[in-house]
């Protein structure tokens, strides 16, 4: 990686946490609260703009820079905040909500969608439940587009596994944790709506083959990559958000098939959640955050992480995929994430965009900076709360 390019990614000088301290107790907050708090991050996720250029990503081919951080662009990281908003639109019933995912939608398919990679698929989520309540026509044809991409367009690792392919690399052989939410999920998604059942077995196939390679056995926990051409797994680091990307999408998948109890993919994939969530519990912070690098305590404290451990938890515990004994550490990790959130709603303490790193320190000087995804999984989260209100 270029040196420009990891200025982008990297702080000079080390990353220190914006100090938090718990103002707000989760017991003394009220539904109308909770509400607030949620439109509130919801108006700053729709404001977020990169206007300096500090975090836009140059392409290796030169010239166009890929903007992650603004709201009004084609990224993973929008196609998240898309499905936090849409989460708390099928909670609250909100119109405003549901008004900024059209608008989005309407302005990018206006522009022209982007190169289809694993990353840009993320957005297909959202729109796969936009099409199911509004019945658009036209939003058939880009699900259809994209969910037949990933299913024979994408390249593919030994095994069949997706490639982690983005708009800047090609990463030949390679499984991420992240495509299970930006590409794995969507198309299970797609698969169940559209009557698509093959869409729906390769997206097991792929949760199991994800499993396979990226869980850590000593730990539980879950390493960023594996690559097939060197057959191994990079720095070997635990990397939080790469590990929340697991506990969020684990239990969207199951409550998405709807499988029965005793289903052996259900039962898999609920022995993995749990065994993953056992090793959180004894890596949570006395604050209720994780670091970084989850089992290193000399790495910072990351908040985008925490909520999607917060959220991953909680409504597991709720749909019975985990026992109800981790239900404390959701909650402990509920109150932090929300006391991260300052007076204007954006969250704080968010590791911006983070690619394959070659070292563990890689990961731990990973520059702090709001992004739409920090907002969304903190949305998530809250919806959890509004749940447990209703």
Same mark, same amino acid.
């Given at each position: 990686? +270029?040196?420009? =390019?990891?200025?982008?990614?990297?702080?000079?000088?080390? =990353?220190?946490?914006?100090?938090?301290?718990?103002?707000?107790?989760?017991?003394?907050?009220?539904?109308?609260?909770?509400?607030?708090?949620?439109?509130?991050?919801?108006? +700053?996720?729709?404001?977020?703009?990169?206007?300096?250029?500090? &975090?836009?990503?140059?392409?290796?081919?030169?010239?166009?820079?890929?903007?992650?951080?603004?709201?009004?662009? /084609?990224?993973?990281?929008?196609?998240?905040?898309?499905?936090?908003?849409?989460?708390?639109?099928?909670?609250?019933?909100?119109?405003?909500?549901?008004?900024?995912?059209?608008? $989005?939608?309407?302005?990018?398919?206006?522009?022209?969608?982007?190169?289809?990679?694993?990353?840009?698929? @993320?957005?297909? #989520?959202?729109?796969?439940?936009?099409?199911?309540?509004?019945?658009?026509?036209?939003?058939?044809?880009?699900?259809?587009?994209?969910?037949?991409?990933?299913?024979?367009?994408?390249?593919?690792?030994?095994?069949?596994?997706?490639?982690?392919?983005?708009?800047?690399?090609?990463?030949?052989?390679?499984? /991420?944790?992240?495509?299970?939410?930006?590409?794995?999920?969507?198309?299970?998604?797609?698969?169940?709506?559209?009557?698509?059942?093959?869409?729906?077995?390769?997206?097991?196939?792929?949760?199991?083959?994800? *499993?396979?390679?990226?869980?850590?056995?000593?730990?539980?926990?879950?390493?960023?990559? /594996?690559? &097939?051409?060197?057959?191994?797994?990079? @720095?070997?680091?635990?990397?939080?958000?790469?590990?929340?990307?697991?506990?969020?999408?684990?239990?969207? &998948?199951?409550?998405?098939?709807?499988?029965?109890?005793?289903?052996? *993919?259900?039962?898999?994939?609920?022995?993995?959640?749990?065994?993953?969530?056992?090793?959180?519990?004894?890596?949570?912070?006395?604050?209720?955050? $994780?670091?970084?690098?989850?089992?290193?305590?000399?790495?910072?404290?990351?908040?985008? @992480?925490?909520?999607?451990? @917060?959220?991953?938890?909680?409504?597991?515990?709720?749909?019975?995929?985990?026992?109800?004994?981790?239900?404390?550490?959701?909650?402990?990790?509920?109150?932090?994430?929300?006391?991260?959130?300052?007076?204007?709603? =954006?969250?704080?303490?968010?590791?911006?965009?983070?690619?394959?790193?070659?070292?563990?320190?890689?990961?731990?000087?990973?520059? #702090?900076?709001?992004?739409?995804?920090?907002?969304?999984?903190?949305?998530?989260?809250? =919806?959890?709360?509004?749940?447990?209100?209703?």
């Amino acid at each position: 990686m +270029s040196n420009d =390019v990891l200025s982008v990614f990297l702080a000079k000088d080390g =990353v220190v946490n914006t100090p938090f301290e718990v103002k707000t107790p989760l017991a003394e907050m009220s539904l109308s609260d909770t509400k607030s708090l949620a439109l509130k991050l919801v108006d +700053s996720l729709v404001h977020l703009k990169d206007d300096s250029g500090e &975090f836009r990503v140059p392409l290796p081919t030169g010239g166009f820079k890929v903007d992650s951080k603004s709201w009004n662009n /084609w990224e993973w990281t929008q196609g998240v905040g898309l499905y936090g908003m849409w989460m708390l639109y099928e909670v609250t019933g909100d119109e405003t909500v549901l008004g900024h995912i059209q608008q $989005w939608f309407d302005k990018q398919f206006t522009k022209g969608t982007p190169t289809k990679n694993v990353n840009s698929m @993320a957005p297909m #989520l959202t729109l796969a439940y936009l099409y199911e309540r509004t019945g658009k026509i036209q939003y058939r044809a880009y699900l259809e587009s994209w969910a037949e991409f990933i299913m024979d367009g994408i390249p593919r690792t030994e095994e069949g596994g997706i490639q982690h392919i983005t708009f800047r690399q090609v990463n030949e052989g390679q499984l /991420w944790d992240d495509t299970l939410m930006m590409s794995v999920l969507p198309l299970a998604k797609i698969g169940v709506l559209l009557h698509r059942p093959a869409y729906v077995e390769e997206a097991k196939r792929q949760f199991l083959l994800h *499993i396979k390679y990226l869980t850590d056995n000593r730990t539980g926990l879950w390493y960023h990559g /594996w690559t &097939f051409l060197e057959r191994h797994n990079f @720095a070997e680091a635990l990397w939080g958000r790469g590990n929340s990307w697991v506990t969020i999408a684990i239990p969207e &998948f199951l409550s998405l098939l709807q499988l029965p109890a005793n289903d052996h *993919i259900r039962v898999f994939l609920c022995s993995a959640l749990e065994q993953q969530v056992l090793a959180l519990k004894k890596h949570q912070n006395e604050n209720g955050l $994780w670091h970084t690098l989850i089992n290193d305590p000399s790495s910072y404290l990351e908040v985008s @992480a925490s909520a999607g451990f @917060a959220f991953g938890i909680l409504k597991s515990v709720r749909m019975g995929y985990i026992s109800k004994e981790f239900k404390d550490i959701g909650q402990k990790a509920l109150e932090a994430v929300i006391n991260n959130v300052n007076e204007k709603g =954006v969250v704080q303490n968010v590791s911006f965009g983070t690619p394959m790193g070659p070292t563990k320190d890689f990961y731990k000087a990973i520059k #702090l900076t709001a992004m739409p995804y920090g907002q969304a999984m903190t949305l998530l989260c809250i =919806v959890e709360r509004i749940r447990a209100f209703l």
